[in-house]
């Protein structure tokens, strides 16, 4: 059960409202309902997800960083999200089990990108050469780097929002990790 206020869309007012009316109309996850406790939060969420819609990286390829990011962090809302979002990008089941373990088989590409998202995790940002040669090596550049960052920071956002919170899941359990 989560911990702090859960917003309510529909006796929203002002800025919260706003939003709820806006840009999340017909999207009132739990994670929004707790972050809407501050309109700053919830359009610091949407900035950060609006940017991101205009990156080079696809949608199923930062649907792979939010997975790898949240299972890294043991964030059950943020995995149950992005296994059902990664599958709407366009993700197989097996990708988005993957890209939770950390390794895509089958996708060099998506591979190397799961595997730098989980190096950033791992060294706190204090990537190796080689791990940036190897995701370059993949047919990433710099921009893709930079990218990767910024997704890997949105997600780690929203995990450790959901473990203060303890949000309610509101999407499918994903598949369990053999």
Known sequence: MARLNVVNPEKATGKVKEIFDGPLKGKHFNLFKGLANSPAALNFYLAMGGALKDAALSEKEREAIALAVGEANGCDYCVAAHTTLGKMAGLKEEQTLGARKGRVEGDAKLDALVRF??????????????????????????????????????????????????????????????
Do not use: M
Request: glycine content about 4%.
């Open 117 to 178: 998202a989980t190096a950033l995790h791992e060294k706190r940002g204090y990537v190796s050469d080689d791990d940036l040669k190897s995701f370059r090596d993949a047919g990433y550049n710099d921009g893709h780097v930079a990218e990767a960052v910024a997704c890997y920071a949105q997600n780690v956002f929203t995990n450790y929002f959901n473990h203060v919170n303890e949000s309610d899941i509101d999407f499918p359990a994903p598949p369990a990790l053999s």
